[in-house]
């Protein structure tokens, strides 16, 4: 197959499809997923009329999305951008869609792109420039998706932890792009809370509105970060967090604990704290006790050994952090931390430096950078 000549064809559909009424995105969209189809099919059946064929499928595709936009609308009655307080308005098929879209068979990530598609109504574009990946390629991964779970059939209920899972994926992509991934995540987890009484829903909302209540205070004027310790407590939403501690007060009551839960009552821990030297480690220790019990995982164990050095001191951290991996992720900027609180400066500086050179993102290396630069000038002033 002769793909410079498929390529070729697209902005002719593309006009075509445009003419015929379709929104301008609506039809980029669709003209990528006739573009794929074509990949997959002609090698083995080409076509006699390949723009005739193009034109075909992708407005065949334009009509099918256009139907199940309809219908999400109908479902979503107009949701704003921004997470509110209160229940989410009445769904019908929303249910099914989120454990269709969470289908074991998926990657997490190709699960994460068809739920903002197919639930949350993004296009592939903002979707695309949300992830920083190219539009085509986000198109691939969207259309692979709704292939593979194109037969599912729903005999019985879905899988509420994985569907869960994936929202909380979308959640923590953040606020990269056009698209603010954390409160579509938010309203997303409305809807389902609002469809399934089950109280790790409430958790993963509660959880959600507790750490999305800190997000004006997360960043400096120059976009650093600043860390938890630092921020500025009066530009919290104190309407989020008391809403978010309500949800999870309920799901607590019912004596169904899970990880969700667990997380969101150590957030509530800290939201619910004036200061950051009246917070009760004590009491979060005890929270990350139960949430190791849960997941046994090591990133929990980690956090767990950050806590311990504030209930118990530095030096206990430090022994909880001896028994875990040192390949774990932010391990070195642990140690770091837990070193300088111990008064070894000069070996704090030294991870710190080198937690830098490992950081996932630019403002987590620009802070710890600026953390070893920090005690290296104080050693040398002495």
Known sequence: MDEA????????????????????????????????????VWPAAPPRDPKGWLVTVAWRKFLDQTRADSARR?????????????????VDDTLQLYFLCAHPSLTPSSAVALTLRAVGGLTTRQIARAYLVPEATMAQRISRAKRAVSGVRFDRPGDVATVLRVLYLVFNEG???????????????????AAIDHPEVAGLLALMLLHHARRASRTGPDGSL???????????????????IGILQAALARDRLGEFQAQAAIAALHADAPTAGETDWVQIVEWYDELTRLTDS??????????????????????ALA?????????????AYLHERDGDPETAARLYAEAARKAPNLAERDYLTRQAARLNAGRRRR
Do not use: C, H, K
Not at 298 to 319: H, S
Not at 323 to 335: G, H, I, K
């Open 5 to 40: 000549l498929v390529r070729s064809l697209s902005p002719g559909v593309l006009t075509i499809l445009v003419r015929r009424g379709a929104d301008f995105a609506a039809a980029e969209d669709a003209v990528q997923e006739a573009l794929i189809e074509a990949f997959r």
């Open 74 to 90: 109908r479902r979503e009655d107009l949701a704003e951008d921004e997470p509110q307080p209160g229940p989410a308005p009445g």
């Open 175 to 193: 606020y990269s792009g056009d698209v603010d991934l954390a409160a579509e995540a938010i309203r997303l987890t409305r809807q389902l809370a």
């Open 226 to 244: 600043v860390p938890l310790a630092e921020q500025d407590r009066g530009r919290w939403d104190t309407r989020m967090i008391a809403e978010g």
């Open 298 to 319: 090591p990133v929990v164990r980690l956090n767990r050994a950050v806590a311990l050095g504030e209930a118990d001191g530095p030096r206990a951290g430090l022994a």
């Open 323 to 335: 028994a875990l991996d040192d390949s774990l992720p932010r391990y070195t900027a642990v140690a």
